[in-house]
């Protein structure tokens, strides 16, 4: 498992590209008896591989594709290497999320090889994609695809970096929607020495900010943190220390929980700019709806396999950013998200612990051997 995990770490697939990933992937599945498609959309990749033809479907989701290395020159070890030192294993990706693929992969070894029966279907659905743009189009056209097809994934574990300090100390069982934004404010450009002939977008904005800034949007609930809204980026100024822009543009983001929607985020907002009598263009994305799995067939699965093999039950939550598992849940899936530590994924000298790995692999074989029970 870890040989096959440096070999997924030296492959530079810097998002949206797998650049070989899936080869080595499919290599393994198919000795399994899986049947492999590759499915291409525009500059993106995926992966779909099924095995069995009887009962609910069970689906490992996942992503080879990982984010930029940063100045490689501050890492520790070459981020593409594969490096160990001592129980930590260096890469771009390691964390986020190839240590997951490599652990599911020998834990369906393990599976298949006691049960090549099982009671219920196995699939492993891979993109390239994860970390770009949605709207290049992957995994969601994939489940517009099947839904046309009338074809259901039952049951799926994403094995996105959900825990903290152990493996399994946290289980992601819904994710908060994703609603962006860009807005210009806009004002009337001048000479700085005339206040009088100038209406400045950045004082405006001054007054927006602190109003966004102070507004409940909701309290969340029991699973969901509060909305959060959060400003990533403010641009202004004509490059002269003399002149009054006449336009700021700003780029915002609601993580948003079940007790919002993004219609009312939009217009909650845009009451705002209004009673502030902000001349102004805004246009919204959004990213993702929040979901939540409410039935416990997975869920309990998930649970008691981390009791049995970590000793210890795991917070179930829906904190975190976004993951491929909101496009699943079209389907009314039950979805539970389960992988390595997030503590150092997107940053320099990413790693993980490859004690902590093999826990990991364990929980995951557990997890297919209490559906084989569960799913009778």
Not at 109 to 127: G, H, Q
Not at 175 to 204: D, M, T
Not at 346 to 357: A, F, N, R, Y
Request: proline letters at 4%.
């Amino acid at each position: 498992m870890i040989e096959f995990l440096q070999k997924l770490i030296r492959i530079q697939s810097i998002s949206p590209r797998d650049e070989g990933c899936f080869d080595l992937i499919e290599e393994r599945l198919k000795k399994l008896n899986f049947s492999c498609e590759r499915i291409n959309y525009l500059n993106v990749e995926n992966l779909y591989a099924t095995y069995g033809t009887e009962g609910k479907l069970f689906c490992f989701l996942g992503h080879t594709d990982v984010v930029p290395t940063g100045p490689i020159e501050k890492w520790s070890h070459p981020p593409f290497s594969g490096n160990i030192d001592g129980d930590l294993l260096y890469g771009r990706g390691t964390a986020d999320m190839k240590a997951s693929i490599a652990a599911f992969l020998e834990s369906l070894e393990e599976f298949i090889s006691s049960e090549p029966n099982p009671n219920y279907r196995i699939a492993v659905l891979l993109t390239s994609n994860e970390e770009g743009d949605a709207a290049d189009g992957f995994i969601d056209k994939i489940v517009e695809d099947m839904i046309e097809k009338n074809e259901k994934i039952d049951l799926c574990l994403v094995g996105e970096p959900t825990s903290y300090k152990k493996i399994g100390d946290s289980v992601r069982i819904g994710r908060r929607g994703s609603l962006g934004g860009s807005l210009k404010i806009i004002g009337k450009q001048g000479h700085i020495a005339y206040p009088e002939n100038v209406k400045n977008p950045i004082f405006s904005a001054s007054d927006v900010i602190v109003k966004l800034k102070d507004k409940i949007w909701d309290s969340g609930n029991a699973i969901f943190q509060p909305t959060s809204f959060q400003i990533s980026n403010i641009h202004s100024g004509t490059g002269a220390k003399n002149v009054v822009p006449g336009e700021l543009d700003m780029f915002f983001n609601f993580r948003y929980s079940t007790e919002s929607t993004h219609e009312k985020l939009i217009s909650e907002f845009e009451s705002i700019l209004n009673e502030l009598n902000v001349e102004h263009e805004v246009n919204w994305k959004l990213s993702g709806l929040p979901y939540l799995t409410t039935e416990d067939n997975l869920k309990d699965v998930v649970v008691k396999s981390i009791e049995t093999i970590a000793g210890y039950s795991p917070d179930l939550n829906a904190k975190g950013g976004t993951s491929d598992g909101r496009f699943i849940a079209k389907m009314g899936t039950e979805i539970v998200e389960l992988g390595p530590l997030n503590e150092t994924i997107h940053q320099i000298d990413e790693h993980i612990k490859i004690s902590e790995l093999w826990t990991l692999k364990d929980i995951y074989t557990d997890i297919l051997k209490g559906l084989n029970s569960k799913l009778v």
